[in-house]
T-cell receptor, first 110, second 111 residues
Framework: GQQLNQSPQSMFIQEGEDVSMNCTSS?????WLWYKQDPGEGPVLLIA?????ELTSNGRLTAQFGITRKDSFLNISASIPSDVGIYFC??????????FGTGTSLTVIP | KAGVTQTPRYLIKTRGQQVTLSCSPI?????VSWYQQTPGQGLQFLFE???????NKGNFPGRFSGRQFSNSRSEMNVSTLELGDSALYLC??????????FGPGTRLTVT
């Protein structure tokens, strides 16, 4: 099935730095979601976006639904060690099916 | 409100056997989707059920099947297991048109 183009694939940053990652699609989506997954566990929903242009924050996390409805980004400010994990984007198309990005692996160096 | 639960958490099966995985969605969620996650292929969509009907289906062989009960609980069955079926199987539930919430997954190992 379709997969979203998520970048970067991996990031190594110093504690306290800001992080930015994004997802793009060739299709229009009605919903963009961002998840974090720890090893051996299921993805945990971080932020859900339902309208083009929508900007939503969850603590140090901020995500935006692109105006073209084909992209989204996630920012993490002032990273801390527990931010380590794999971050996935997901989009829901007009057929109500979800598609997932390939993930961004984040490593935070104390 | 309780989250999505999946049982069992871990399974070891032999090639050729079959397996049934169970998922209980968040109360009030009628949509249940199943995914296979492997290091090489990422998250792959298997199928989605809504009100006991399969609404969407991914590109998996017929050995993978599922069903949903009237209380929205869902089961996934894999018959004639192959080594390549070893994966983390994730269930996700959603309220109509809203975000999916994932369970902790079932780790299936086929030997």
């Amino acid at each position: 099935g379709q997969q979203l183009n998520q970048s970067p694939q991996s990031m190594f940053i110093q504690e306290g730095e800001d992080v930015s990652m994004n997802c793009t699609s060739s299709s229009i989506f009605n919903t963009w979601l961002w998840y974090k997954q720890d090893p051996g566990e299921g993805p945990v929903l971080l932020i859900a976006l339902y309208k083009a242009g929508e900007l939503t924050s969850n603590g140090r996390l901020t995500a935006q639904f692109g105006i073209t409805r084909k992209d989204s980004f996630l920012n993490i400010s002032a990273s801390i060690p527990s931010d380590v994990g794999i971050y996935f984007c997901a989009g829901r198309d007009t057929g109500n099916q979800f598609y997932f990005g390939t993930g961004t692996s984040l490593t935070v160096i104390p | 409100k309780a989250g999505v639960t999946q049982t069992p958490r871990y399974l070891i099966k032999t090639r050729g056997q079959q397996v049934t995985l169970s998922c209980s969605p968040i109360s009030g969620h009628r949509s249940v989707s199943w995914y296979q996650q492997t290091p090489g292929q990422g998250l792959q969509f298997l199928f989605e059920y809504f009100s006991e009907t399969q609404r969407n289906k991914g590109n998996f062989p017929g050995r993978f099947s599922g069903r949903q009960f009237s209380n929205s609980r869902s089961e996934m069955n894999v018959s004639t297991l192959e080594l390549g079926d070893s994966a983390l199987y994730l269930c996700a539930s959603a309220f109509s048109g809203r975000a999916q919430y994932f369970g902790p997954g079932t780790r299936l190992t086929v030997t």
